[in-house]
């Protein structure tokens, strides 16, 4: 298989916070099959904070959206049904010894780009949360 070979894969989740877990053990497996496994550890970190977020904070379903581009960055999303955009991150010294709080602060210090976009996509208004990390 070609070392920069494209792919996409999403993983449509319920609104259950055990769906982390399932979503964080998938994103392992799809990057350690495509021998990506040197970004395994901060990928399921970002995979969690983000799909956490959607879960915790909205009400319907939610997605994990993992793909590799040609160029070969890997990028991570997760979709919810909120429109809304998410909180701006704050520092990690703000918030290092909190249990919330501190999801995109860490998306942001752990990933090369983050942001976020609406979305209408899968039937349902909402809006995607990524990021991107060289495959290296």
Known sequence: MPENDA???TLYIPNDLRAVT???RTLR???TLHGLIGIVDTAELLATEL???AVRHTKGP???RVRRTPEGTVWIGAWDTDPAPPDPPRPLEQVAELEDGRGLGLVK???E???WQPTARFGDRGKYVWCELGAA
Request: with cysteine; hydrophobic share 55%; aromatic share 20%.
């Open 7 to 9: 792919w996409d894969y």
């Open 22 to 24: 399932v979503c964080r």
């Open 29 to 31: 497996l799809i990057l």
């Open 51 to 53: 799909v956490s977020n």
């Open 62 to 64: 939610a997605a994990l």
């Open 109 to 111: 210090a752990c990933a």
């Open 113 to 115: 780009y983050w942001g």
